[in-house]
């Protein structure tokens, strides 16, 4: 008979074998189902907000291609070339302080000014609906604006109502239902302010110097390619090489958004994936108890002369059509899970309405399930493989001590290969997801171990009195005991728990508890020079305790490092966000507070020499830099050159002022800039910032006040519904855990029917058997909580201090929280099966023994 003749009659005999149903196969097809289902819906919502992104790139954008400046318009030479482009529609982006007419109260906003041509894609959606042009414009010396509707509710507004900005006075006449371009204009911190250019500028609010985004958005008289936009863009970088100016296209409309859509998919897609092999571990139990079902059925088919490899292969052939249903069953759930993404988050992300189906994504999640099922199921069909039908028909089942012949475990080891390199290839940092694969194998090893461990102790143990607590021990390191399946399958998804809510709890505590404390209570931008002694009078007289850090402020963007262009230069992601959009830079002749030389020298005061620059030394160190190389920003549309005098070490957290670069003060003489101030007060109340906050805000209209604690909470907000679908994805591979649990003691019954019974029959009450099994479940768990809170508490402080480089703390109250689920989990499930184990009858069960 040949291999193919071989191959069909496994394939007739396997699903002859079926018809009996799938019981026992439950927790391993919806274990499968679980983590295809994560990989897939993760993926596919990724790619929907992306195909969403680029389908509505105009939109989104504004226009076909986008000119953005930093503290200056465009000359006429600029606007010229911008003219013959196509159609110019120019807008201008700042932050003010928004005040009521009497001056009682005042909020932070976030101004955006256009002219007539706003928008050239799209559609602005005001309420009550009206033209833009009539919302904006100017009637009886009076600009119109349209606001948010939380600047109404946050100072008490209506529809008619008038808010001074700068110097000048608006009327709020709509509220902004809709805004196009919202996306491409980045996060703000506060609410929408609309108004037109000339209203802006008859604020007063643009000064040299002063922090304002002046974007040129063009239309293109035609349909133009990806290539044509790059070819405009590398035009106007070679006619204006100092114009300073990003240049983003239709293509490329919301880069933040996409990059954070991947990482955060990324990070999504790798708890899918612990859900998935977490399930690997159920799979291998139910192939396990399965195959051991079918002794008498494997014996028959060795004693009628069938093969090991034919055994291996009818078995193989169920095993994969099994996974099928939980492969299909999770890939439907996948494709869903864009249309719920859409009805969800189409009215902030533009995730295409209908949903749509992404066969890129589903057919990677498919992978991977195929991939998990037989990672963890080539051992157990292995050993069935070699057993003899001798041992089969004598009731000694599967040993699962020892190693199947070497073809099966050099299978097993090639599919972990290629289920490893598949996740770090499709990852898009992949430094991270070697990390996550490195501690993936490790948390297996240590797993074993640890279940091996326990096993040890409870063999050389004293002997003790208890009755119970001697049965419980010895059903811990018996032959065949569940010890390394229970901690296997729970210690995996307790570990990604604890990882999870120490980096949750680790931010939230940065944020709401110990920035706070080190932070300081105010922000002030753009003062002019002309008011910056006077502003410093009013907030010393305001808060005479209160501690007042003033620095210059400019705007610059990186444009090459050691003269190569930054456009060419391939930077780890920890480094890229240096050379992205524009950095705020100062100058300084002594060393900033919050800062630590930790390589060369400061330059001496009055120092006239060639331009010098102080880079912050982890950034430096991402990207290649050390001491005398040299960094080109622009600034104001001029190219500026300087060597890399000195390395600081900066205390990003303090929250205090802090620049990556810091030039020697001969760099930018004579250029305009504004002054960039920081209050720190402990003793300051609610009371206390609220009126400093109005008398800075009546005296200085132009200069934006940042309340510290105001921008935390909205940041807090964020980070909390992150933290929903971050949880959601732990709950995942908690769920997988516990189904892998219940599988394992569910398999691990029949033999405790065996030894409930016996001991029944020789005295034992039923008390006694559920304190035995109660504390070798309490023990079981509590072993595995341990490895959970070593492993987890690691794994969460490499991301929280490494990756996030912020101070790690240990939390105990997720170490309590950890060690009562773990108890609940085993002892709870164990206990509910044990009980169905202790209502056996003694004669049947006898009888067969």
Same mark, same amino acid.
């Given at each position: ?8 009659? *496994? ?33 596919s ?9 680029e ?12 000119? /953005? ?17 196509g159609?110019v529609? /120019?807008?201008a982006?700042m932050?003010?302080?928004? $005040? ?6 005042q909020?932070?906003?976030e ?16 309420? &009550?609906?009206? !033209? ?6 100017e ?7 349209a ?40 996060f ?40 044509a936009?790059r070819?405009i ?51 291998a139990n ?34 994969l ?6 492969i ?9 899970? &864009?249309?719920?993404a ?6 902030? @992300? ?9 066969? +890129? ?7 991977f ?6 990672? %963890?199921?080539?051992?157990p069909?292995g ?13 000694? +089942? ?45 948390a ?17 143990s004293p ?11 010895g059903?811990?390191?018996?032959p ?15 570990? #990604? ?9 680790? @931010?939230r ?42 620095v ?33 830079i100062?100058?300084? $002749? ?14 001496p ?11 912050? *030394? ?7 830099l ?9 600034v ?14 900066? /205390?990003?957290?303090?929250? +205090?002022?802090? %620049? ?11 250029? !305009? ?10 003793? *300051?109340?609610?009371a ?13 209209p132009g ?12 940041v ?37 029917v ?19 099994f109660? @504390? ?8 595995t909580? #341990? ?37 609940v ?25």
């Amino acid at each position: 008979m040949g291999a193919l003749d071989t191959l069909r009659l *496994a394939v007739r005999f396997s699903l002859r074998e079926m018809r009996g149903g799938l019981s026992g196969f439950l927790i391993f097809i919806t274990c499968i189902a679980l983590g295809v289902a994560a990989i897939g819906g993760i993926n596919s919502v990724a790619r929907a907000i992306t195909v969403g992104v680029e389908s509505q790139g105009r939109e989104l954008l504004g226009g076909d291609i986008r000119f /953005q400046l930093i503290h200056r318009e465009v000359d006429e030479r600029e606007r010229a070339f911008l003219d013959e482009l196509g159609t110019v529609a /120019q807008s201008a982006n700042m932050r003010s302080m928004a $005040r009521l007419a009497d001056g009682s109260d005042q909020t932070l906003v976030e101004v955006k000014a256009v002219d007539g041509l706003y928008p050239l894609y799209g559609a602005f959606v005001a309420e &009550p609906a009206m !033209p833009l042009d009539e919302i904006l414009a100017e009637t009886d010396g009076i600009h119109g604006a349209a606001a948010a509707d939380i600047l109404f509710d946050r100072l008490g507004l209506s529809i008619g109502d008038r808010v001074s900005l700068g110097n000048a006075e608006f009327e709020l006449r709509a509220q902004v239902v809709s805004e196009p371009d919202a996306i491409s204009d980045g996060f703000g911190l506060a609410p929408r302010l609309l108004v037109s250019l000339d209203g802006l500028r008859a604020s007063g609010l643009i000064q040299p110097g002063s922090l304002v985004e002046h974007a040129y958005k063009v239309k293109l008289p035609e349909p133009t390619s990806e290539g044509a936009l790059r070819q405009i863009a590398e035009r106007a970088t070679e006619a204006f090489p100092e114009a300073g100016w990003s240049i983003r296209s239709r293509t490329n409309a919301a880069p933040a958004l996409s990059s954070n859509v991947e990482r955060f998919s990324q990070f999504l897609t790798l708890v899918g994936l612990t859900a998935l092999v977490v399930g690997g571990v159920g799979v291998a139990n139910a192939v396990r108890a399965y195959l051991d079902s079918k002794r008498g059925v494997i014996a028959t088919f060795k004693s009628l002369g069938a093969s090991g490899r034919f055994v291996f292969t009818v078995y193989l052939v169920q095993i994969l059509a099994i996974a099928g249903i939980g492969i299909a069953v999770g890939l439907v759930l996948g494709a869903l899970m &864009p249309l719920a993404a859409s009805a969800m988050l189409s009215s902030v @992300l533009p995730v295409p309405a209908a949903g749509g189906l992404y066969p +890129g994504a589903l057919a990677l999640a498919a992978l991977f399930g195929v991939l998990v099922t037989l990672a %963890f199921a080539l051992l157990p069909l292995g050993r069935a493989r070699d057993v003899p039908a001798t041992a089969l028909f004598r009731e000694m +089942g599967f040993d699962p001590r020892g190693l199947p012949r070497l073809v099966y475990v050099v299978a097993t080891l090639a599919v972990a290969v290629v289920l490893a390199a598949l996740a770090v290839w499709t990852s898009t940092d992949r430094r991270i997801a070697i990390i996550f694969v490195g501690a993936a194998i490790v948390a297996f090893l240590v797993l074993r171990l640890v279940a091996s461990l326990v096993q040890w102790l409870a063999r050389h143990s004293p002997r003790v009195r208890s009755t119970a607590l001697r049965l419980a021990i010895g059903n811990i390191h018996r032959p065949g005991a569940l010890t390394p399946s229970v901690v296997l399958s729970l210690g995996l998804g307790l570990t #990604l728990l604890v990882s999870l809510a120490l980096i949750d709890g680790n @931010l939230r505590r940065q944020i709401a508890g110990n920035l706070p404390e080190q932070a300081p209570n105010f922000f002030f931008v753009d003062i002019q020079s002309g008011d910056v002694d006077a502003f410093a009078d009013l907030v010393q007289a305001e808060s005479p305790e209160g501690k007042l850090i003033r620095v210059p402020m400019l705007r610059g963007r990186v444009m090459a490092l050691n003269d190569v262009d930054v456009r060419e230069l391939q930077v780890p992601p920890e480094g890229a966000w240096v050379l992205r959009g524009d950095r705020g830079i100062t100058y300084a $002749r002594n060393v900033p507070e919050n800062s630590t030389l930790t390589a060369g020298e400061w330059w001496p005061d009055g120092y006239e020499g060639e331009p010098l620059v102080s880079f912050a *030394a982890q950034e430096a160190g991402e990207l290649g830099l050390k001491l005398g190389d040299t960094v080109t920003v622009n600034v104001l549309g001029r190219n500026i050159t300087a060597r890399i005098a000195n390395l600081r070490e900066v /205390q990003w957290e303090s929250l +205090g002022i802090n %620049f990556v670069m810091v030039f020697s003060p001969n760099t930018f003489a004579g250029a !305009p800039h504004s002054w960039l101030a920081t209050l720190a007060d402990e003793q *300051a109340t609610s009371a206390d910032e609220a009126r400093l906050l109005n008398a800075v805000t009546r005296a200085f209209p132009g200069v934006t006040s940042v309340r510290v604690k105001d921008a935390l909470e909205i940041v807090n907000t964020i980070v909390a519904q992150l933290a929903v679908a971050i949880r959601a994805a732990a709950a995942i591979a908690l769920v997988a855990s516990v189904l892998v649990l219940s599988g394992a003691l569910a398999a691990g019954n029949r033999a405790r029917v065996h030894d409930a019974v016996v001991l029944k029959t020789l005295g034992a009450t039923r008390r006694t058997l559920i304190q035995a099994f109660s @504390l070798e479940y309490t023990i079981i768990g509590l072993a595995t909580a #341990l490895f959970a809170l070593l492993a987890g508490g690691a794994a969460a402080w490499f991301v929280v201090s490494r990756i996030m480089t912020l101070p790690s703390a240990f939390l105990p109250e997720v170490a309590v929280s950890t060690v009562v689920i773990a108890l609940v989990l085993t002892v709870g499930f164990g206990l509910i099966g044990t009980w169905r184990v202790l209502g056996h009858k003694a004669a049947p069960v006898l009888r067969n023994l």
